[in-house]
């Protein structure tokens, strides 16, 4: 992996996020692995300090693959969550694990199973619960 910009987490996020990592099988395994290094590398803060262009749990992201020129908006979500957001991508997702902490702007190079690799650029922030005073999320 060649460019994996800084990235900030919200502390009750990488709280979640280390009890999902914990109990990790199977085929999240490979995807729990990488979202435990970007919570190692990334800067984790209390909830009210997150920045408005930031990614974080809930928030509705509208970003471009730019391996396959493709703009999306999804929902990063915890897994229980799927089934119930329409736009939601997982956190345990291959797509869904790049984009946690990422700011607008930002490219990052990420790793796909069966070895390709998506660069994926994050264009805006559409909603975000610490932007909207909701801390607890």
Known sequence: MTSRPPIIINRLDAERLQRLIDVASGESLAVAELLEEELAR??????????????S???????????RDRQMIRTLVYPHALAATEDGISVMAPIGAALIGLRVGDVIEWPLPGGGEAQLRIDAILWQPEREGQFHR
């Open 57 to 67: 749990m809930n928030s509705q992201v509208q970003f471009t693959d730019l391996t």
């Open 42 to 55: 990334g800067e984790v803060i209390d909830p009210q300090e997150i920045p408005a262009d930031t990614v």
